[in-house]
C-alpha cells in the first residue's frame, strides 16, 4: 500500500533537486523514497545545529 505526502518546499530548490535527480536517472519521488529509506535505516541522520549554543545547553554539558 503508498500513500501520498503533500508538503512545501521552495521552487528553485524542488526544480534544482528535480533536474539533478533527472541527471542521475531517477525521479524526484524516487529520490525522496530513497531518502526516507535511508533515514529510517540510519544511514543518514538528522539534527539540530546550534551556532551559539544557549547558556542553559552549556550548562547541561557542564554537568555531564
Known amino acids: 500500500m503508498t500513500t501520498q505526502v ?3 518546499i521552495d521552487k528553485k ?3 534544482a533537486a528535480q533536474a539533478k535527480a ?3 536517472g531517477i525521479s524526484l519521488a524516487d529520490l525522496f523514497k ?3 529509506q535511508s533515514y529510517l535505516n540510519g544511514t ?3 539534527g ?3 551556532k ?3 547558556t ?3 550548562n547541561i554539558h557542564r554537568r555531564s
Open 6 to 8: 503533500i508538503f512545501k
Open 56 to 58: 542553559k545547553i552549556l
Open 22 to 24: 533527472k541527471k542521475e
Open 44 to 46: 543518514i541522520g538528522i
Open 13 to 15: 530548490m524542488k526544480d
Open 52 to 54: 551559539e549554543p544557549s
Open 34 to 36: 530513497s531518502v526516507t
Open 48 to 50: 539540530l545545529v546550534f
